[in-house]
């Protein structure tokens, strides 16, 4: 299982598009997100379960995901997530 030690980035806060920080969190407190979206209401719940599916197929715990989202699609974000997963942990 992976530990994130540094943070990681990836995405643009272009139109499509999303940009994902991930950053370390205190041991065993478990994931935390915070999503910004002009769409949240609508489709908040979704991407943060595929953010969550993501993190949890990759093996990662603890830690603090910061999402700007500007009508990414699923396939997008989970690339974004496993991007930044991949940057925080070189």
């Known amino acids: 299982m992976p530990t994130i ?3 990681g ?3 643009t806060v272009e139109s499509s598009d999303i940009l994902i920080i991930i950053a370390p969190a205190a041991p065993a ?3 935390t997100i915070e999503l ?3 769409v ?3 489709y ?3 991407i943060k379960a595929v ?3 993501t993190l949890a197929a990759e093996g990662v715990t603890d830690v603090i995901v910061t999402a700007q989202d500007k009508g ?3 396939c997008t974000i989970r690339a974004r997530v496993k991007t930044a997963i991949a940057r925080a942990l070189a």
Do not use: C, F, W, Y
């Open 5 to 7: 030690t540094h943070p």
């Open 9 to 11: 980035q990836a995405g």
């Open 29 to 31: 407190s478990g994931v």
């Open 36 to 38: 910004t979206s002009p």
């Open 40 to 42: 949240s209401k609508q």
């Open 44 to 46: 908040g719940r979704q």
């Open 51 to 53: 953010i969550l599916e």
């Open 72 to 74: 990414a699609l699923d």
